[in-house]
Every structure is written in structure tokens, then in C-alpha cells.
């Protein structure tokens, strides 16, 4: 019979360097000036490892109904937040679509989503420490 999680798992807070990895987006801004290609952009996600430094501080911690209930409501808001922001984007470059090449907006809407994803992820791990510590 499958043993129920008791405790979060042990994480070293020092992954969370691994979020510098996301400046590797601006990479193709550099090099290929004139025409970079989108799917390059995807990049802006490692920013999203910066959860890691979160997700350390809170290893080892018991889960019970308070930590599920937070966590619930950390993922919550974190989801809604990033749905607000994708759907923000694609209405303002939708706007824009008569105005801009198709090349550059998709390259646009890649990043809109691909720093969505990230805040999303880490704004997860934040406020779950956040509401974790709060007394």
C-alpha cells in the first residue's frame, strides 16, 4: 500500500540560481539582431527557477490541512494571475496585428507567454511561503 507524503521535499534553496538561465532569452535579441527566430524567446521561462529558492526554504515542512489549503490558494491566485496576463497579451497584440509584421508578433506573444509561465511559477512558490509563515 502506497505511504502518504508526510513532509515536503528537501530542496537546496541555491537551485534557484538556475533562474539567471532565463537572460539566456535575450540571447537571440543579440546575435541574431535582424531576425530572431520566436521559439528562442522560450528562453524567458528559466525564469521560473527562481521558485527553487522558495520551494528550499520550505523543505522538510509537515503537510497538513493548513499547508493544502494554503498551497491551494498560492496555485490559485498564481494561475489566475498568469491566465490574466497571457489573455492581457493576446488582446493588446491582437490590436496590434494590423500594425506589426506576423513575424515579430509571434515572437511577442512567445515571450507574453513564456514570462507568464515563469511569474506563474514562481508567484506559486512566493506566496505559499508567504501565507506559510504568516502567523
Given amino acids: 500500500m502506497k505511504q502518504a507524503k508526510t513532509h515536503t521535499p528537501k530542496i537546496n ?12 532569452g535575450f540571447l537571440p535579441l543579440i546575435f541574431d539582431a535582424h531576425q530572431p527566430s520566436p521559439f528562442h524567446l522560450i528562453f524567458f521561462v528559466f525564469f521560473g527557477f527562481f521558485r527553487f529558492y522558495y520551494d528550499g526554504k520550505m523543505s522538510n515542512i509537515l503537510i497538513d490541512e493548513r499547508y493544502m489549503a494554503n498551497h491551494l490558494r498560492a496555485t490559485s491566485i498564481a494561475n489566475s494571475t498568469a491566465v490574466s496576463i497571457i489573455m492581457g497579451g493576446v488582446i493588446i497584440l491582437g490590436k496590434l496585428v494590423r500594425y506589426i ?9 512567445v515571450v507574453v507567454i513564456a514570462l507568464a509561465l515563469a511569474l506563474a511559477g514562481f508567484l506559486e512558490a512566493f506566496l505559499l511561503y508567504k501565507f506559510e509563515t504568516e502567523e
Avoid: I, N, Q, R
Avoid at 534553496?13 to 539566456?24: D, R, S, T, V
Fill in 13 to 24: 534553496p541555491l537551485m534557484g540560481l538556475f533562474g539567471f538561465f532565463g537572460f539566456a
Fill in 101 to 109: 509584421e506576423l513575424y515579430t508578433l509571434t515572437s511577442l506573444l
